[in-house]
């Protein structure tokens, strides 16, 4: 698969639906394209993964975590605050409310490529964290 880059401005219709944009959208094999797994970020964001995408990052993470309370507690994150999702022949996903409620409700929000998974972001937060990113990055010491 291709990774997911860029930021795109996106409208949520009123049923909370969100048209995944086609440039990512055509990234997705067709074969796996059609479910997604919704997560909260770390950040005040929403993580959209392409369900083998989930699969490969997350779960088996999950799964390569030594037995104890650390991996129930993360199992128990995951599981609660995550959703599958089936993208319809339009290209929309539906996000529960509780997720949009997560990130204000906006009606407006940024979908941003993160290389294997998508972020879903409120614009105001988007722009003032997007501010603190490139202020971190110039002081970073990443070369290329």
Sequence with gaps: MQNFLGDIECTLDAKGR???PARFRHLVPEDTG???VV???KERCLNLFPLREWNEII???LHEMPPGPEK???????????STLKIDKTGRVPIPTQFLA????????MVVG?????????LDDYRTSAEAI???FRESGFEY
């Design 18 to 20: 969100l048209m995944i």
């Design 34 to 36: 059609s479910m997604y």
């Design 39 to 41: 997560s909260m970020g």
């Design 59 to 61: 779960v088996s993470k």
């Design 72 to 82: 129930r507690n993360a199992i128990r994150y995951f599981s609660s605050r995550s």
């Design 102 to 109: 997560a990130i204000g409700s906006p009606k407006k929000v």
């Design 114 to 122: 993160a290389l294997n998974f998508m972020e879903i972001w409120s």
């Design 134 to 136: 490139d202020d971190a």
